[in-house]
């Protein structure tokens, strides 16, 4: 690939880490839309090295989390509301446009967020997922309150920094994963929280289930496990269809929500929580690797193996 080139209003960041996400292993496996040939990888931090036209140069040298659109329509009614998210017209890095597991990535330069001085350029790659958590969280209403009880089920790197906001929200939090979890349960205990690998062992009279494993256990058992007049957040993505008792909704008045990706607020909303040093990210990068060895790094997120990831590029053989 060619070194890219900051066109106006864009600039070319050095890659400093990128996450491997289960979206990639979709993208891979065909099972998510992509625009081939497209470098992956959406959870991308770096430093600006270069802008474009109408572009400050003062950003050069700025240690940046990458917004994951590259591009919208900014005229359809979901843009016009704040969530191009949801614009029909989207392309985003990784998948649209070429991402992050690569030496350098170009964006839009509103893409490009300051890191917190206290968050290291590395771990910046995890503000793409903690923002992308925010937004499911906090959509269309705080779905965590003070003493709420609440249960996580899935302990990956989204289900981890979920249990972290739900927790500065006031809950109450227990994380549920398998017994094939058990190294990133031990993460979760790390981190402060109870921990379990059998349902039997969580908490009844859930006020709310995140669902962030993606599998049609989970979702099966959060629709079940949360109280009558309880809520209900999907977190996890999965690409086929999966059965679940919805006369529940009704039966037992429950709210379900769910988020998909990130929003400008939501970015918003994660920089200020990294800012104020409410979230750890450093407990959920189990493994670094180089580009070449990517197979390794997706071998590993395919198998669960560890939390989150990260491919550093300038990493040396």
Request: proline letters at 6%; hydrophobic letters at 45%.
């Amino acid at each position: 690939m060619p070194r890219p080139e900051a066109a106006a209003g864009q600039v070319v960041v050095d890659v400093a880490a990128a996450g491997v996400c289960g979206t990639d292993l979709h993208i891979l496996d065909g099972s998510y839309g992509s625009r081939p040939p497209v470098t992956l990888g959406h959870e991308v931090s770096g430093t600006i090295v270069s802008v474009g036209d109408g572009v400050d140069p003062a950003r050069i040298g700025e240690a940046v989390a990458l917004e994951t659109f590259f591009s919208t329509c900014d005229v359809c009614r979901e843009c016009r509301a704040g969530a191009p998210n949801r614009c029909l017209s989207r392309v985003s890095i990784g998948s649209g446009a070429d991402g992050g597991f690569a030496e350098q990535i170009v964006v839009p330069s509103r893409n490009a967020r300051r890191l917190p001085e206290r968050v290291s350029v590395e771990l910046g790659a995890l503000s793409e997922p903690l923002a992308c958590v925010c937004r499911s969280l906090f959509q269309p209403f705080s779905a965590v309150r003070a003493a709420d009880r609440v249960l996580v089920i899935g302990p990956g790197a989204i289900g981890l920094l979920a249990a972290q906001v739900a927790r500065v929200s006031g809950g109450e939090v227990t994380v549920l994963g398998t017994p094939a979890d058990a190294e990133r349960l031990e993460v979760a205990t790390a981190l402060g929280f109870t921990a379990v690998a059998d349902p039997a062992d969580a908490p009844e009279d859930i006020d709310v289930v995140l669902e962030c494993s993606g599998s049609a256990g989970g979702m099966a058992a959060g629709v079940t496990r949360v109280r009558r007049g309880g809520r209900y957040v999907q977190i996890g993505q999965r690409g086929d269809a999966v059965p679940i008792e919805l006369a529940l909704v009704s039966i037992h008045e429950l709210v379900i929500t769910g988020g998909f990706a990130s929003t400008p607020d939501s970015w918003d909303r994660a920089m200020r929580l990294l800012e104020l040093r409410l979230i750890d990210l450093a407990p959920l990068v189990s493994r670094t690797y180089r580009l070449d060895q990517w197979q390794e790094a997706f071998e590993a997120v395919r198998t669960s193996a560890g939390v989150k990831q990260l491919l550093i590029p300038s990493a040396e053989a």
